[in-house]
């Protein structure tokens, strides 16, 4: 009998632990299902976050007293792959209007053509013809060297009118201040 006391008291504190690990996770209720390996669930914060393994979605699943609720992440995914769906069809259709353009193209009678069947002038014949002696040429004449001796007297005679007013308005300043 005295074995069967000893032992009594050694399963108590034993039984105890696992009645409160038990308890513990039977006032939580339980965790949301897994549905054959589709969803791996971690720890994390207040509740778990939940992969789907088949569509990579991610969601963060908490008890709120009613039972579990999962919310999804959001997924800068779903927006990349939405984003390259709508390029990939501007893309096509930018494509078809190309074709269409094209054909337009193709359909409309060619304006010039590639190939000219004319020889080219040759290199006299680029230069422009000569004037007939009947015709009026014009001709500039350059000035001579008395009329370059009248401008620069003039420009001379200028430029010492410029630095003599240059000089009285600073003398009238000076004097002023």
């Not at 969803?39 to 976050?49: E, H, N």
């Not at 290199?123 to 008395?146: F, V």
């Not at 240059?166 to 009238?172: E, L, P, T």
Request: hydrophobic fraction near 35%; charge should be neutral.
């Amino acid at each position: 009998m005295r074995t069967a006391k000893s032992s009594s008291k050694f399963l108590s504190p034993v039984a105890l632990a696992l009645c409160l690990a038990a308890g513990g996770h039977a006032f939580a209720g339980p965790m949301p299902e897994t549905e054959n390996g589709r969803y791996s669930l971690s720890p994390a914060g207040d509740g778990v976050l939940r992969l789907d393994t088949r569509t990579g979605a991610v969601s963060t699943c908490t008890n709120s007293g009613a039972g579990w609720a999962c919310y999804a992440v959001p997924d800068e995914r779903t927006a990349m792959d939405s984003e390259i769906g709508r390029l990939q069809s501007d893309i096509g259709r930018l494509q078809a209007e190309n074709e269409k353009l094209k054909s337009e193209l193709a359909s409309r009678e060619p304006t010039v053509s590639g190939k000219i069947e004319e020889p080219l002038p040759k290199a006299d014949s680029l230069k422009p013809p000569k004037a007939a002696e009947n015709e009026r040429k014009i001709e500039i004449p350059l000035p001579s060297d008395r009329d370059m001796d009248r401008m620069m007297s003039f420009l001379e005679k200028a430029w010492r009118r410029l630095i003599e007013m240059a000089n009285r308005v600073q003398r009238d300043v000076n004097g002023k201040i």
